[in-house]
């Protein structure tokens, strides 16, 4: 089911006053950030616990551009070590360490294994690229390559962490392991990172913190922003086309790969950005499913790609490509690279059959990666820098290059206190072992759920307090007294993952604008395959009941659901 329809058609004029009525009465704040993608969003909580007056400003829904492609992984990124990122690989095992901590409730350990057909393979190339900064011939790394990394991961990853140490095995231990394995194999190598079932529920926890502080962090999404005039950036609804200038002492630019884009439409030409696109599959297959094993199966190609399947909701996300691409076009999951995932999950799995019927959902996105012309996109850095300039009336511009998923914290914090430097501002608080959302008293260990669940539940079952913990941390506690005071529980007629009364609390509390808004990012009904006609008619009379909508605009909602997920242009 695919559809589209021009955004300034959509929506309620009246919800429209009413969600924007905050930011018009009051068109400024010291700090503007533009692009609320889990880097803005970072930004933005960090700066709101300072006291800082911040406006965040999203021209989509909150994390649906390159943060909602991600592989789900809070990884330290091993292969970096070959381009000799020492920095980044050490800063993202500290924070993939803290994000265990402070967010238990979305990011959990995983368990990464990967298949290894060579010995020496890459052996020599590896040095190279270290010492030269080159990109250097791509080829599968082999054995002793490999070894030498999960060496050096273990050492970085070693403070705060409580992660086991790698371990390898040689053909016949890792046959009787996976006996579904390629039987090419000559070792397995096995270590421990992290995953997030639900990066988008991680996004939206951290910018309910920033919110919580107080009205002087405010955030809309479907705003844009589209110009310059008199000193002020033009901002313009999505849902009514209506525009207003907004002023800020600094501005912030974390629009992610549309970074140079966003500049540009302010009135400034930057060329920082050369993003590549990564795309996904989703696969309902129980025999590969149980191959995996419950981890992560890591691989790298011959070309220098990496492929990972990784079991997830009951289904396995295989990924990704890394291809050069023009900001200018969507991003699209090709018939290309879907041929390109089955071919290596054939490699690695030989006996098992995949095919397109399989595919729930697909989904495509660009890295934010910075502008490097002489190397290939598999080599080029994951790491992220800060770029100070000023406009003509010479209001500071941090532009963020870069940035992934696991250190967004530590970005954030960064980003932050660079504009508290250009504000004079000292910093008060330290988000470094702060909880995030429902992280916040997660009970870890299964008896403590159960201990949570009965002292919180209240007459719902068990098993249905439990599922709210597992899906929204302790913040579940907000859903049930939702829940109780709508008298009722029930579950949605075409979906028993839901129920009516959640759904509700998800658009009354979560910055629901449109159907799509339910269905990709504050559920996982899409992310599954469980969408279906039935169930977007279902869900477009709660959604559309709760924010006013009219029989055309639920039909029209209906009809704008793109359950293949495309990064918008």
């Known amino acids: ?95 993939r360490n803290r994000l265990l901590a402070s967010a238990p409730h979305y990011v959990k350990p995983l368990q990464t294994t990967m298949p290894i057909f060579t010995l020496f393979s890459g052996l020599l190339s590896a040095p190279l690229r270290i010492l030269r900064h080159t990109q250097g011939k791509p080829q599968e790394r082999g054995a002793v390559l490999i070894k030498v990394g999960l060496t050096l991961y273990d050492f970085f990853g070693r403070n705060g962490g409580r992660m086991p140490r790698h371990e390898f095995f040689g053909r016949k231990k890792s046959l009787k392991l996976f006996p579904e394995l390629n039987k090419k194999v000559a070792f397995t190598a096995t270590y421990y990172d992290a995953a997030m079932e639900s990066p988008e529920r991680l996004a939206l926890d951290t910018l309910k913190d920033g919110l919580a502080t107080g009205s002087h962090a405010r955030a809309a999404n479907y705003l844009s922003a589209v110009g310059m005039k008199d000193g002020g950036v033009v901002l313009r609804d999505s849902l009514t086309g209506q525009e207003f200038s907004f002023k800020a002492e600094v501005i912030i630019n974390t629009s992610g790969p549309w970074t140079d ?150 970005l954030g914090e960064h980003m932050s206190s660079e504009a508290l430097k250009l504000l004079g501002i000292k910093r008060t608080v330290s988000t470094t072992d702060m909880a995030i959302g429902g992280g916040k008293n997660f009970p870890i260990s299964k008896a403590s759920q159960l201990e949570w669940a009965e002292e919180n539940g209240g007459e719902l079952e068990t098993d249905r307090t439990l599922q709210l913990l597992n899906r929204y941390g302790t913040l579940a506690s907000e859903v049930i007294d939702f829940v109780h005071a709508a008298n009722k529980d029930e579950n949605l007629l075409h979906s028993s993952d839901y129920s009516k009364a959640e759904i509700q609390f998800l658009v009354e509390r979560e910055h629901v604008v449109h159907l799509s808004d339910i269905v990709h990012r504050r559920t996982s009904l899409a992310f599954t395959g469980k969408v279906n006609k039935q169930l977007l008619v279902e869900l477009s009379e709660i959604v559309g009941a709760e924010l006013g909508w009219s029989s055309d605009q639920k039909a029209q909602e209906v009809q704008g659901i793109q359950l293949e997920s495309v990064s918008p242009v």
């Open 1 to 95: 089911m695919k559809g589209s329809y021009p955004v300034g058609q959509r929506g309620s004029s009246k919800e429209s006053d009413i969600r924007l009525q905050g930011l018009r009465d009051n068109p400024t704040a010291q700090v503007l950030i533009i692009g609320g993608g889990i880097n803005g969003i970072a930004t933005f909580r960090d700066l709101a616990l300072q006291g800082v007056s911040v406006v965040l400003v999203e021209r989509e829904d909150f994390c649906s551009g390159a943060s909602a492609a991600s592989s789900h992984m809070i990884h330290g990124g091993v292969r970096y070590l070959e381009n000799g990122e020492f920095r980044l690989v050490k800063e993202s095992l500290q924070e």
């Open 261 to 410: 884009l966003t500049n540009k439409t302010l009135g400034r030409s930057t060329s920082y950005m050369a993003g590549t696109k990564g795309s996904h599959i989703v696969l309902d297959n129980p025999e590969l499913l149980a191959a995996c094993d419950s981890r992560e199966i890591f691989f790298e190609n011959e070309d220098g790609r990496i492929v990972l399947m990784y079991p997830i909701l009951g289904r396995v996300l295989v990924g990704t490509s890394d291809i050069p691409h023009d900001m200018s076009e969507p991003a699209v999951c090709t018939e290309e690279e879907v041929d390109y995932f089955f071919d290596l999950v054939k490699y690695i799995f030989p006996d098992i059959n995949v095919d397109r019927s399989q595919i729930v959902f697909r989904y495509s996105g660009v890295r934010p990666l910075p502008k490097s012309d002489d190397l290939l996109p598999g080599f080029v850095s994951r790491d992220y820098r800060i770029v100070k300039t000023s406009d003509e009336a010479d209001i500071p511009w941090l532009s963020l290059v870069g940035g992934k998923w696991t250190t967004f914290r530590a």
